[in-house]
């Protein structure tokens, strides 16, 4: 990772993330996550592959009085995830840890949400990142049944575990899903009308025994192609990006 680093706003500077300036970079999709949760004041949440923070950061934001736990297997990342913690007064305890090798004080806790957005291209099919930092936060190393399985391990009953992905996941997703998760949720984005989806998030819950529910996709920006050098997203997406609202993803 380089050595400099970089201060961005979120949520119109609700949200202050430190990150580095060359690497991976949060953008929209840990925003996304967040708004999906269905958190209620003093709940506890664990991120999965935390990065700097963002996404359990940016559900803080919107829902007071959370626990919040993140595992992140880079070190430098881990701290930057516990600055931005103490720099948004976040009750945020980050782990340095390996998801198949969790800390037994990790193994002793059950979660009412565990979030993810987990690397999405798998690197054997896929060019590998000139930044070592950033290879790592987007190439598949941990297998995503992997990632599953601890979700579904540190869920508590009834608990959700909630995860963000390239649509064209989903058939891994849910092939992979514990049998221990049910009530499924697919919640599709689309960037534009007329466009396949591009982005999920894929809900399920402990115990749960609804029958899969596809949602109608959510639309990303506006207009059938960017027609202008300006942010073009819709009303409700600005809403979740700007003002931190909730995505309406039925619980």
């Known amino acids: 990772m380089t050595d400099k680093i ?13 990150q580095p300036a060359v690497g ?3 953008g929209v ?3 996304l996550l967040a708004a999906s ?13 935390t990065g700097v923070g ?27 995830a516990r600055a931005n913690g103490s720099l948004n007064q976040a009750d945020f305890d980050v782990f340095e840890a390996d998801l198949a090798k969790l800390p037994s004080d990790l193994k002793q806790q059950r979660f009412d949400h565990v979030i993810a957005n987990p690397p999405y291209f ?17 190439g598949e190393d941990t297998p995503l049944k992997i990632w599953l399985e601890v979700a579904a391990k540190r869920v508590a009953p009834k608990g959700y575990i909630s995860f ?18 049910g009530s499924v949720q697919v919640q599709p984005f689309i960037p534009r009308p007329e466009r396949d989806a591009n982005l999920v998030i894929v809900r399920a819950r402990h115990s749960g025994r609804a029958p899969l529910r596809l949602h ?10 960017h027609e202008k050098d300006a942010e073009d997203y819709t009303i409700g997406i600005k809403a979740v990006l700007r003002d931190g609202k909730a995505l309406p993803i039925p619980a």
Request: net charge neutral; proline share 6%; hydrophobic share 40%.
């Open 6 to 18: 970089t201060e961005n706003e979120y949520l119109s500077g609700r949200v202050r993330i430190r």
């Open 24 to 26: 991976y970079r949060a």
């Open 29 to 31: 999709d840990p925003v």
């Open 37 to 49: 949760i269905p958190a209620k004041s003093g709940q506890s949440v664990l991120e999965l592959g």
């Open 54 to 80: 963002t996404a359990a950061l940016c559900l803080a934001a919107r829902v007071s009085e959370l626990s919040l736990t993140g595992i992140e297997i880079q070190p430098d990342y881990a701290a930057l």
């Open 122 to 138: 798998d690197r054997l099919s896929g060019h590998t990142a000139s930044d070592a930092g950033r290879e790592r936060a987007m």
């Open 164 to 181: 963000i992905h390239r649509a064209e996941r989903v058939g891994d997703i849910l092939s992979l899903m514990p049998p221990s998760m």
């Open 216 to 225: 109608a996709p959510f639309q990303l920006h506006q207009g059938l192609r």
